[in-house]
């Protein structure tokens, strides 16, 4: 079972959440999209779409391009590296990037950290940030 | 720059005259010409060339030319009916039959052919007819429909005349029904373009069609019949032949006259004199097309006067364009004789030497004719098996890197061109179109596939020939690219999804991760917004599983998702089926009490059904479920699926329908509901000729006649509208069903993704006759097979959102937030327009005065 810990949310049971799809979650009355990808792995970024100006990130289909994993807006396409936020294919507009937040799954519950660094000045693609796998969690 | 526009007056509106149109609008950017396009015919111009497929069930619309809205532009008048009958060159005026006088600044002569008509007796009788217009085709189908059912037995044609055109006109009547010998004077058939062995083969290939031939004949009379009609040819050799319908087709005559009566030179057998800027003697006269008289000879080919038209059209807008030479290569149009000739046919370069193939047996004569040294091709006689033509035909006057005989071998027939072709070399000249241009369209211009090219270039766009080599272009410039032709899905999916389609159906396989093991690339990863729905549309295809079933529900689009169209503020709308757009007072109430309590916005849809707009995600289940316990179902709206059939209330109710169009309509949408496609798919019944229900702009269109139903295909609105083309007509309403069942099946199994039905069909093996020919005569003998799919769908199909309703599994999904299921999305905004909510704009969010609270009306369970 999960403690309390300074600065994560306890939003869900993982179960909660279907392989390789996405769910909207609302953290600190913030929107925030959920996506489980593999099994025990759970990324999050911003629910609001940067180019339609709705909240649907999460209804996104989830997939991959060279290696990233991403997420195909359900409005216009634009595509975005889940991991980092940043959006690989603007289809033709100016690229804007997604906030994204760290995310632990410990046991079966899912946390969510305090948003994590913008993207928005991310020349390479960053490091992996704060999404730890339930191995790697203490 | 804005100045009132110079007057072109344009005489004819025949082929040429409507690409010299097409070409001033695209060109005249300055708006410096206003046209005005005086046609005797009483229709817009339309593609003469295929005048002879409206024998194989195409209407006259079908053969419309260009966009309709070329003929909508304020600077284009366009007056049928309306024949020239005297120039005034000093005056700068046109008088018109109907009295009317119009000024021109610039006047273009495109007044084309017309039949020439042999000087014999009896050549005016009733019963003989020429093959130039739609209303010389009209009227001779007419008359041999009446004598065959006057006589009922089959009618006896004879064409006079064994050229191209000859050959075709024998093929339309034998489509007819009728008997036919073609007549020709000349040694051999098609004497114009190929020599004699080939036309020896030819004679073999023509009778095999059931036509009879007879060359070396001089027809000296038409004698009548005792109704007075045409009844018998006399032959100068004394032979004679029985005849209810005679077809002349002698060759054409240049339309000359009013040039002629204007005073402008003409050329020794007829033609406007121009040079090579497309001018007559008279600055402000041009002529272009058939009747043009250019470099000694008028050219009775349609690629020459599009050239011509271009000239001109680069002359008015200070250009210095001249007329670049004619090509003069021929296909025969007639379906199963392949002739085509190109190039130097004959041999008449000086030291031009001819390799020839020639095998009696399989029906099939090669000649290329190449330079003394040969290595250089200058022309070529195909008979029997065309194959290499549009290889070919662009290599005249080039090396052809390889030994002339390899190209005339059965299977090397067009191997070896292509990738060597020149930037120069004309690919398509129906439109002018080089290698170059095609090469630039895939590398410059970004296209991705054949029909991208063509409608970037035009290329192809005509005749069709050359299309099988466009094709090859594109392919090899895309290879070079490095982009995966493949016309594979994506980085993760190699095959198309037709190849696709056909792997999973073979192999069995019914999940994503096993697909894309199987069939994917070596990155296949998780897939992507394209791979997944296109296995999901699969997959619901081949077995029909419910689309939230398991791991299926991820691959899902969006919309397919929740069932519903998600609109641009990220609500939904929900569209409940109507079948045929019938719906009873009780089912209107119902939908009218939903809408009130969750407050949506109401509008009826183009396919009969109503459209409820703002729901939010985690009311979708409830409002569907009032829907559904009113017996109501999924309308699939939201689906690559089959959306509607519209009706017109037909006979039940019209006074002027033949058929019972509603219940036609219900019939279809509850059989074909819920069909997964590549592309979304319309319907459409109408009750009778009049067709208010528009079949005709749908994928399948269905329209009554006394006798049946005629069914189109390949109706499409959206980006590029068609209209939908003839399929089969006066089909009673079991074997309608069946050959819809078929062409959907068809479509579905072997259309690219997104790929709606009137490219499909532009595409697929044979086009509109191949698709006839599947599922028709069964062609492929895969008819069986589609029919079992078919019946599969309809026994298995169940509502989707009923089956939602049922498991709570399922609903899950539809909660708004994972930790605050029912908390409605905090930033939707709603403002009042016209009584109804509308989504509110950034500026009226802004104001909180004007928002309603409308559809975040309490959730009710
Ligand atoms: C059955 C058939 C098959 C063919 N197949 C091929 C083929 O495979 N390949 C190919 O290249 N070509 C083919 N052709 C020839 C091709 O159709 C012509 O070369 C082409 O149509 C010429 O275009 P045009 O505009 O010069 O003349 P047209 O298309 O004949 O148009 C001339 C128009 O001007 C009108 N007109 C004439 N005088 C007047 C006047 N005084 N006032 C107002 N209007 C007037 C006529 O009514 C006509 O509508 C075929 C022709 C036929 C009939
Ligand atoms: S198409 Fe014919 S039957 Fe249908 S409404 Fe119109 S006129 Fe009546
Ligand atoms: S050659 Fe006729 S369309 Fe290209």
Same mark, same amino acid.
């Given at each position: 079972?999960?403690?309390?810990?300074?600065?994560?949310?306890?939003?869900?049971?993982?179960?909660?959440?279907?392989?390789?799809?996405?769910?909207?979650?609302?953290?600190?009355?913030?929107?925030?999209?959920?996506?489980?990808?593999?099994?025990?792995?759970?990324?999050?970024?911003?629910?609001?779409?940067?180019?339609?100006?709705?909240?649907?990130?999460?209804?996104?289909?989830?997939?991959?391009?060279?290696?990233?994993?991403?997420?195909?807006?359900?409005?216009?396409?634009?595509?975005?590296?889940?991991?980092?936020?940043?959006?690989?294919?603007?289809?033709?507009?100016?690229?804007?990037?997604?906030?994204?937040?760290?995310?632990?799954?410990?046991?079966?519950?899912?946390?969510?950290?305090?948003?994590?660094?913008?993207?928005?000045?991310?020349?390479?693609?960053?490091?992996?940030?704060?999404?730890?796998?339930?191995?790697?969690?203490? | 720059?804005?100045?009132?526009?110079?007057?072109?007056?344009?005489?004819?509106?025949?082929?040429?005259?409507?690409?010299?149109?097409?070409?001033?609008?695209?060109?005249?950017?300055?708006?410096?010409?206003?046209?005005?396009?005086?046609?005797?015919?009483?229709?817009?111009?339309?593609?003469?060339?295929?005048?002879?497929?409206?024998?194989?069930?195409?209407?006259?619309?079908?053969?419309?030319?260009?966009?309709?809205?070329?003929?909508?532009?304020?600077?284009? *008048?366009?007056?049928?009916?309306?024949?020239?009958?005297?120039?005034?060159?000093?005056?700068?005026?046109?008088?018109?039959?109907?009295?009317?006088?119009?000024?021109?600044?610039?006047?273009?002569?495109?007044?084309?052919?017309?039949?020439?008509?042999?000087?014999?007796?009896?050549?005016?009788?009733?019963?003989?007819?020429?093959?130039?217009?739609?209303?010389?085709?009209?009227?001779?189908?007419?008359?041999?429909?009446?004598?065959?059912?006057?006589?009922?037995?089959?009618?006896?044609?004879?064409?006079?005349?064994?050229?191209?055109?000859?050959? %075709?006109?024998?093929?339309?009547?034998?489509?007819?029904?009728?008997?036919?010998?073609?007549?020709?004077?000349?040694?051999?058939?098609?004497?114009?373009?190929? !020599?004699?062995?080939?036309?020896?083969?030819?004679?073999?290939?023509? %009778?095999?069609?059931?036509?009879?031939?007879?060359?070396?004949?001089? *027809?000296?009379?038409?004698?009548?019949?005792?109704?007075?009609?045409?009844?018998?040819?006399?032959?100068?050799?004394?032979?004679?032949?029985?005849?209810?319908?005679?077809?002349?087709?002698?060759?054409?005559?240049?339309?000359?006259?009013?040039?002629?009566?204007?005073?402008?030179?003409?050329?020794?057998?007829?033609?406007?004199?121009?040079?090579?800027?497309?001018?007559?003697?008279?600055?402000?006269?041009?002529?272009?097309?058939?009747?043009?008289?250019?470099?000694?000879?008028?050219?009775?080919?349609?690629?020459?006067?599009?050239?011509?038209?271009?000239?001109?059209?680069?002359?008015?807008?200070?250009?210095?364009?001249?007329?670049?030479?004619?090509?003069?290569?021929?296909?025969?149009?007639?379906?199963?004789?392949?002739?085509?000739?190109?190039?130097?046919?004959?041999?008449?370069?000086?030291?031009?030497?001819?390799?020839?193939?020639?095998?009696?047996?399989?029906?099939?004569?090669?000649?290329?004719?190449?330079?003394?040294?040969?290595?250089?091709?200058?022309?070529?006689?195909?008979?029997?098996?065309?194959?290499?033509?549009?290889?070919?035909?662009?290599?005249?006057?080039?090396?052809?890197?390889?030994?002339?005989?390899?190209?005339?071998?059965?299977?090397?027939?067009?191997?070896?061109?292509?990738?060597?072709?020149?930037?120069?070399?004309?690919?398509?000249?129906?439109?002018?179109?080089?290698?170059?241009?095609?090469?630039?369209?895939?590398?410059?211009?970004?296209?991705?596939?054949?029909?991208?090219?063509?409608?970037?270039?035009?290329?192809?766009?005509?005749?069709?020939?050359?299309?099988?080599?466009?094709?090859?272009?594109?392919?090899?410039?895309?290879?070079?690219?490095?982009?995966?032709?493949?016309?594979?899905?994506?980085?993760?999916?190699?095959?198309?999804?037709?190849?696709?389609?056909?792997?999973?159906?073979?192999?069995?396989?019914?999940?994503?991760?096993?697909?894309?093991?199987?069939?994917?690339?070596?990155?296949?990863?998780?897939?992507?917004?394209?791979?997944?729905?296109?296995?999901?549309?699969?997959?619901?295809?081949?077995?029909?599983?419910?689309?939230?079933?398991?791991?299926?529900?991820?691959?899902?689009?969006?919309?397919?998702?929740?069932?519903?169209?998600?609109?641009?503020?990220?609500?939904?709308?929900?569209?409940?089926?109507?079948?045929?757009?019938?719906?009873?007072?009780?089912?209107?109430?119902?939908?009218?009490?939903?809408?009130?309590?969750?407050?949506?916005?109401?509008?009826?849809?183009?396919?009969?059904?109503?459209?409820?707009?703002?729901?939010?995600?985690?009311?979708?289940?409830?409002?569907?479920?009032?829907?559904?316990?009113?017996?109501?179902?999924?309308?699939?709206?939201?689906?690559?699926?089959?959306?509607?059939?519209?009706?017109?209330?037909?006979?039940?109710?019209?006074?002027?329908?033949?058929?019972?169009?509603?219940?036609?309509?219900?019939?279809?949408?509850?059989?074909?509901?819920?069909?997964?496609?590549?592309?979304?798919?319309?319907?459409?019944?109408?009750?009778?000729?009049?067709?208010?229900?528009?079949?005709?702009?749908? !994928?399948?269109?269905?329209?009554?006649?006394?006798?049946?139903?005629?069914?189109?295909?390949?109706?499409?609105?959206?980006? *590029?509208?068609?209209?939908?083309?003839?399929?089969?007509?006066?089909?009673?309403?079991?074997?309608?069903?069946?050959?819809?069942?078929?062409?959907?099946?068809?479509?579905?199994?072997?259309?690219?993704?997104?790929?709606?039905?009137?490219?499909?069909?532009?595409?697929?093996?044979?086009?509109?006759?191949?698709?006839?020919?599947?599922?028709?005569?069964?062609?492929?003998?895969?008819?069986?097979?589609?029919?079992?799919?078919?019946?599969?769908?309809?026994?298995?199909?169940?509502?989707?959102?009923?089956?939602?309703?049922?498991?709570?599994?399922?609903?899950?999904?539809?909660?708004?937030?994972?930790?605050?299921? *029912?908390?409605? !999305?905090?930033?939707?905004?709603?403002?009042?327009?016209?009584?109804?909510?509308?989504?509110?704009?950034?500026? %009226?969010?802004?104001?909180?005065?004007?928002?309603?609270?409308?559809?975040?009306?309490?959730?009710?369970?």
């Amino acid at each position: 079972m999960s403690r309390p810990q300074p600065g994560w949310t306890v939003v869900c049971q993982l179960t909660d959440l279907v392989p390789e799809r996405g769910a909207a979650a609302l953290v600190d009355g913030e929107q925030v999209a959920l996506f489980r990808v593999g099994n025990r792995e759970v990324l999050a970024v911003q629910q609001l779409d940067p180019y339609s100006g709705a909240h649907v990130m999460s209804r996104g289909i989830v997939g991959s391009r060279a290696g990233a994993v991403t997420v195909a807006s359900p409005m216009y396409k634009q595509v975005f590296d889940l991991r980092t936020g940043a959006c690989l294919d603007p289809v033709g507009k100016e690229p804007q990037h997604l906030r994204t937040w760290p995310v632990r799954v410990e046991g079966d519950v899912v946390l969510v950290g305090t948003a994590g660094a913008l993207v928005d000045a991310l020349v390479a693609p960053l490091a992996t940030p704060a999404t730890l796998d339930a191995t790697e969690a203490p | 720059m804005s100045r009132i526009p110079s007057q072109l007056v344009v005489v004819g509106g025949g082929m040429v005259a409507q690409r010299l149109v097409e070409a001033v609008r695209a060109r005249d950017e300055d708006r410096a010409w206003q046209v005005t396009v005086l046609a005797e015919e009483p229709r817009a111009p339309y593609d003469r060339v295929a005048l002879t497929s409206y024998f194989s069930g195409r209407d006259p619309e079908s053969l419309a030319l260009g966009a309709p809205q070329l003929w909508a532009d304020p600077l284009v *008048t366009l007056l049928r009916g309306t024949t020239v009958t005297e120039v005034d060159r000093d005056a700068r005026t046109v008088r018109t039959a109907d009295g009317r006088a119009l000024r021109y600044d610039h006047l273009v002569l495109a007044t084309g052919s017309r039949a020439a008509v042999p000087a014999i007796p009896g050549a005016d009788l009733p019963g003989v007819f020429v093959y130039r217009t739609l209303d010389d085709v009209a009227a001779l189908r007419g008359w041999v429909e009446q004598e065959a059912a006057r006589r009922g037995r089959p009618v006896r044609g004879a064409v006079i005349g064994g050229g191209l055109l000859g050959l %075709e006109a024998a093929g339309a009547l034998q489509a007819l029904g009728a008997r036919t010998t073609v007549v020709q004077f000349g040694t051999h058939l098609m004497s114009a373009q190929i !020599d004699l062995g080939g036309g020896q083969v030819l004679r073999r290939l023509i %009778e095999a069609l059931g036509v009879e031939v007879r060359v070396d004949t001089a *027809t000296s009379r038409i004698r009548p019949d005792e109704r007075g009609k045409a009844g018998r040819l006399e032959f100068a050799d004394g032979g004679r032949l029985d005849v209810d319908v005679v077809v002349l087709a002698t060759g054409v005559t240049p339309r000359d006259e009013l040039g002629r009566a204007a005073g402008l030179p003409v050329g020794a057998r007829g033609g406007v004199v121009v040079d090579q800027a497309c001018r007559t003697q008279d600055p402000h006269v041009s002529a272009v097309g058939e009747v043009a008289c250019i470099d000694g000879a008028c050219i009775g080919l349609v690629a020459p006067g599009y050239a011509m038209a271009e000239v001109v059209v680069d002359r008015l807008l200070g250009g210095s364009a001249v007329f670049p030479g004619a090509d003069t290569a021929t296909k025969l149009k007639l379906s199963g004789v392949d002739v085509a000739s190109f190039g130097d046919a004959f041999a008449r370069t000086p030291g031009a030497l001819e390799v020839v193939h020639s095998d009696p047996a399989t029906g099939v004569y090669k000649k290329l004719v190449v330079s003394d040294d040969a290595r250089t091709l200058l022309g070529g006689v195909l008979v029997g098996d065309a194959s290499a033509y549009a290889s070919l035909r662009p290599m005249v006057g080039r090396p052809l890197g390889a030994d002339a005989s390899a190209y005339l071998l059965p299977a090397g027939g067009s191997a070896p061109v292509g990738g060597d072709l020149p930037d120069d070399a004309t690919v398509c000249s129906c439109n002018n179109v080089s290698a170059g241009t095609v090469r630039a369209a895939v590398t410059e211009h970004g296209c991705t596939d054949v029909a991208g090219v063509k409608a970037c270039t035009r290329a192809g766009t005509s005749c069709g020939s050359c299309v099988p080599l466009v094709k090859r272009l594109v392919g090899e410039q895309l290879t070079k690219a490095g982009v995966a032709v493949s016309n594979g899905l994506c980085e993760h999916m190699a095959l198309s999804r037709a190849q696709l389609f056909d792997a999973v159906r073979v192999t069995g396989l019914r999940t994503f991760s096993e697909i894309m093991q199987r069939h994917g690339t070596a990155v296949a990863g998780r897939g992507c917004d394209i791979c997944k729905p296109v296995v999901a549309s699969i997959l619901a295809s081949l077995d029909d599983g419910h689309v939230l079933d398991d791991e299926r529900a991820a691959l899902q689009d969006t919309n397919d998702h929740v069932m519903a169209n998600l609109q641009k503020d990220g609500s939904y709308s929900v569209v409940p089926r109507i079948p045929g757009g019938e719906v009873t007072p009780e089912g209107l109430l119902v939908i009218g009490q939903v809408a009130k309590d969750y407050g949506l916005y109401t509008k009826i849809t183009g396919g009969q059904r109503i459209d409820l707009f703002g729901a939010r995600l985690e009311q979708l289940p409830q409002i569907w479920r009032r829907l559904v316990d009113a017996g109501f179902e999924s309308g699939h709206a939201y689906g690559k699926s089959v959306r509607t059939v519209k009706s017109c209330v037909g006979s039940t109710w019209c006074r002027y329908g033949v058929q019972d169009a509603v219940s036609l309509a219900v019939l279809l949408e509850l059989r074909y509901r819920g069909l997964r496609s590549p592309h979304k798919l319309k319907l459409g019944v109408s009750g009778c000729a009049r067709e208010c229900a528009e079949a005709r702009a749908k !994928d399948v269109g269905v329209v009554a006649t006394d006798r049946g139903w005629n069914l189109y295909v390949g109706g499409n609105g959206g980006f *590029t509208p068609r209209h939908a083309r003839l399929l089969a007509e006066d089909l009673d309403t079991d074997t309608l069903v069946r050959t819809v069942d078929r062409f959907l099946m068809y479509y579905i199994r072997t259309a690219d993704r997104l790929q709606r039905t009137a490219p499909w069909i532009d595409e697929v093996d044979g086009g509109l006759d191949g698709v006839r020919s599947v599922v028709l005569e069964d062609s492929l003998g895969i008819a069986a097979d589609l029919d079992e799919a078919m019946a599969r769908h309809v026994e298995v199909y169940e509502d989707e959102w009923r089956a939602t309703l049922e498991d709570p599994e399922k609903l899950r999904r539809f909660a708004s937030f994972v930790n605050a299921p *029912t908390t409605a !999305d905090p930033s939707l905004a709603y403002v009042a327009e016209r009584g109804q909510p509308r989504p509110a704009t950034p500026d %009226e969010r802004a104001d909180p005065a004007v928002l309603i609270a409308g559809t975040t009306l309490a959730v009710r369970s």
